[in-house]
């Protein structure tokens, strides 16, 4: 079984509606990331959670909200969902032990189209 | 505000050949950096982490280097395979981790 699951892994949409992807880990990491790749423009990070009482927002928070249910659960909403919010979603974890040997172990990937 | 900038954006190569992707960033201050690899679809897969006291890893037929003063990585791919063929993402560990937007690599059979 994979480490880092994220579902759904494709979702179609409309405009306005509110979405929740979900994203389990079980590698018993305490960092976990939400992530957003659009073509040209690469990965940008959208929210982390150093541990469960832990959220912060990255780069491109605007539009979305996230929550950290447990330890191991990380999950992601966009209120009203708008097209520009098509993109490839990633979920990663780390482990945060050292920041210089910190590798990010990074979910299959959610797919979501906003028409 | 950290930039990863990955030259060249696209490669094609015969089977076989020796290559090297590059990778430039603008702020010296990290605690790392590392290659990725994405493959059509799916999610990344890290091939190396070069901290920031090192000068270099390998894994393999990969070989990364990492010269911090002046903010570039290179990652070499020696004999290269049909298999290797995907996107290679290049990140730097500031107080976030930073993407560059990759390099996509074919290698022709």
């Known amino acids: 079984d994979a480490d880092v699951t994220q579902t759904p892994r494709n979702r179609i949409t409309k405009t306005g509606k509110r979405i929740m992807l979900e994203c389990s880990q079980t590698?018993?990491?305490?960092?976990m990331y939400w992530y957003r790749q659009d073509p040209g423009l690469g990965l940008r990070l959208i929210y982390y959670s150093f541990d469960v009482k832990d959220i912060n927002k990255g780069e491109i928070s605007d539009g979305y909200s996230v929550s950290r249910q447990a330890q191991a659960k990380f999950s992601l909403s966009l209120e009203s969902a708008i097209p520009n919010q098509t993109a490839l979603y990633f979920c990663?974890?780390?482990?945060?032990?050292?920041?210089?040997?910190?590798?990010?172990?990074f979910g299959p990937g959610t797919r979501l189209t906003v028409l | 505000k950290q930039e990863v900038t990955q030259i060249p954006a696209a490669l094609s190569v015969p089977e076989g050949e020796n290559l090297v992707l590059n990778c430039s960033f603008t702020d010296s201050a990290i605690y790392n950096l590392q290659w990725f690899r994405q493959d059509p679809g799916k999610g990344l897969t890290s091939l190396l982490l070069i901290q920031s006291s090192q000068r270099e890893q390998t894994s393999g037929r990969l070989n990364a280097s990492l010269d911090k003063s002046s903010g570039r990585s290179t990652l070499y791919i020696a004999a290269s395979q049909p298999g290797d063929s995907a996107t290679y993402l290049c990140?730097?560990?500031?107080?976030?981790?930073?993407f560059g937007k990759g390099t996509k690599l074919s290698v022709i059979p």
């Open positions: 990140a730097v560990e500031s107080y976030q981790l930073t």
């Open positions: 590698k018993g990491h305490d960092r």
């Open positions: 990663a974890t780390s482990a945060g032990l050292r920041a210089s040997t910190d590798t990010q172990y």
